[in-house]
């Protein structure tokens, strides 16, 4: 069908609609460069040469206050001695890195070509794990682009006619849905076999006498909005025969207002003695509350993308 109509410049008004679609492309596209660059450098530490090394120090730097140091010394081959010191979000990450490699043990190093200084003693994972979540930046990619082109340039250059198609969008909404569907069953399986089967494990995990050594409310730092804070309570306790520490409040990620932080921390004072639950396959493996919480939620949102692929799905 055609339909005959004056002449019309619509090439002005969709370019300027055009430009709600610009942000979507250059900020999905601006994530998928950081995304590959990283999974490019992580790949690279894999050709990097291996070397036999000796740990010569390793333990746990502990301050008034996060995030924890794993402070690793070792040398290599040539007699260089390398110093590493990794942060890290809890007391139990740090305790269990320096674990890995224990004083007087020998490993393998990765060292660097470029830089002796840059040897590893483990190659960089970091970068692939990122490729996970490319779907979602490549969504935005995908609409800017699309809905630029489709708004910009879809425009009969005939001034005197004007012929209607109707577009056929099914391949594109395959796409994204594609997308979005492998995007959530993968952080849904992240999320189910993480933190949940950790946590439905725990409800089996003795209890134990544990005494408080510190007692604060850490705060969590933001570049825009609001600052978030959580409890920060280091205790110890007794397993098998040796002393082990932990600062696990709970075995998901705690972050809140003060008030809430505040009164979690106060109810857990330096020098008394409380109830943790301690895993038995793990003694460094603590937590101080195993009970369900609305951080479960969480959970719902890889699920909310599997609903959103599968709804616009063409059908």
Known sequence: ????????????????????FVPFFALGLFFVVMVVRDAIASAGTYTWQPVPCRIV???VRESDRPPWFAYLRYTFSTGESVRS????????????FTRRWAAGSRATCYL???????????????GFVLLLFLPIPLLFVLIGAVGFY???????PRPQQRAWHPANPIAGRRFASALLIGAGVVLFAVFL??????????????????????SEVHRHRATKGGDTF??????????YGAEHRSDVYSLFEYSSGWASAQRI??????????????????????TLDRDPSLAWLIGLLPLAILAGGLAIWPR
Request: aromatic content about 8%; charged content about 25%; overall charge positive.
């Open 1 to 20: 069908m055609e339909r005959v109509g004056p002449a019309t410049n619509s090439k002005a008004p969709s370019r300027a609609l055009g430009c709600v």
């Open 57 to 59: 120090e390793s333990d």
């Open 85 to 96: 010191s990794r942060p890290f979000g809890t007391y139990r990450e740090a305790l269990r």
């Open 112 to 126: 660097d070509p470029r830089d002796p200084a840059g040897t590893l003693l483990e190659r960089d994972r970091a």
């Open 150 to 156: 489709d708004v910009v340039f879809r425009v009969d």
């Open 193 to 214: 076999l993480g933190p949940v089967r950790h946590a439905i494990a725990a409800r089996s995990w003795r209890a134990q006498e544990c005494k408080i050594l510190r």
């Open 230 to 239: 959580s409890p920060q309570i280091l205790y110890s306790y007794g397993m």
């Open 265 to 286: 921390s106060s109810g857990y004072r330096p020098g008394t003695t409380v109830t943790c639950y301690a895993n038995p396959a793990d003694p460094d493996d603590a």
